[in-house]
């Protein structure tokens, strides 16, 4: 099994990444308070697991987050977003903090990352597997 699980001072675990046999696609789950320096050793993490196990599909979990987010989608859209998708990633499903609103997807950083996926926003981990196994289920 591919498990990564990422801790540090003050956040223990905040941030596990796990690769779905079953499904084959990763999962992203993050907790507690995320700095954007954790975040981008996660992503980086995720990132190395896409290139090896070769997944087309992310479901990524915010729902556990507290406190802000740091402000990625620039970054997210001129540096993840490419070499993720050259590493073969095509489908994101997103649960973000249940405070979260998702119009940020509509500045310039955002409307980036959407030309370089098929990203959907929902607000429970049941729904984002429904939508990227019918994403896989298209593909095949």
């Known amino acids: ?3 990564r699980l990422l801790s540090a001072p003050g956040s223990p675990n905040f941030c596990r990444i796990v690769y779905d046999e079953a499904h084959h696609w990763l999962n992203a789950t993050w907790t507690g308070y995320v700095s954007p320096d954790y975040a981008h050793d996660g992503a980086a993490v995720g990132l190395q697991l ?25 970054w997210l859209a001129t540096k993840w977003g490419p070499a993720a998708a050259a590493a073969g990633l095509r489908y ?8 979260a609103t998702v119009n940020s997807w509509f500045y310039p950083s955002g409307q980036r990352l959407l030309a370089q996926f098929e990203i959907q926003v929902f607000d429970n981990q ?4 429904e939508w990227l ?8």
């Open 133 to 140: 196994s019918s994403c896989q289920r298209q593909a095949s």
């Open 126 to 129: 049941y729904e984002a597997v």
């Open 92 to 99: 994101i499903a997103h649960v973000p903090q249940p405070t």
């Open 1 to 3: 099994m591919h498990q």
């Open 50 to 74: 896409l290139r090896q196990l070769n997944c087309s599909c992310l479901l990524n979990d915010n729902s556990g987050i507290q406190g802000p987010w740091f402000d990625s989608l620039e």
